[in-house]
């Protein structure tokens, strides 16, 4: 590809990116209820975009405005996952406060861990990931919606299951806090 199909490739997403701000913050603010976070998540897609290749899409406004709402459906998993996490700590008949405070870093480091396991799967697996696990679609209902067979979304869950085991398999090193760079 010359440098100038390249250029115009990233300036037509320019130009559909900033045609669809506006409703994928919309869409996003609907989802998080948060105006000032929907502009950080959106502004975040728009950077993993630009950072990775080339991707050609006829429906760029629609793959955007898709990519949005997964970016919100994820950054409200990770929030119930801390919530979650953080209630599960808490024992009603002990004292507050009596708990070991590694206990608690250890839970955030396997969610952290499991986090970004779940953001290094390929699209398409997250998404079913998301659908079954956190909107309750059965393996079905997800096969007919993406036009897979069920078998294969058998596959893409195995494969989602497994990083999130493999990535809390191994105890973080207590040196080091998970996602540092090692020196």
Request: aromatic fraction near 4%; hydrophobic fraction near 40%; charge should be positive.
């Amino acid at each position: 590809m010359s440098d100038s199909e390249a250029g115009g490739g990233r300036a037509r997403f320019v130009q559909v990116f900033l045609a669809q701000r506006a409703r994928m913050e919309a869409l996003v603010s609907r989802r998080v209820g948060c105006r000032a976070t929907a502009s950080d998540l959106v502004q975040d897609l728009f950077l993993r975009f630009w950072r990775r290749p080339e991707v050609k899409v006829e429906a760029l406004d629609t793959y955007l405005l898709r990519s949005a709402s997964n970016l919100a459906i994820d950054y409200l998993r990770s929030e119930g996952s801390r919530d979650r996490a953080a209630e599960g700590l808490h024992d009603p008949d002990e004292p507050q406060g009596s708990q070991a405070p590694e206990q608690a870093l250890e839970v955030d480091h396997d969610l952290q861990r499991i986090e970004m396991a779940l953001r290094a799967l390929p699209e398409r697996t997250r998404q079913i990931f998301l659908l079954n696990r956190i909107h309750g679609c059965t393996y079905g209902e997800i096969a007919k919606a993406m036009q897979l067979s069920q078998s294969a979304v058998e596959k893409h869950m195995m494969r989602a299951l497994e990083a999130c085991k493999a990535s809390v398999a191994e105890p973080a090193s207590p040196l080091r806090r998970p996602g540092s760079a090692r020196r």
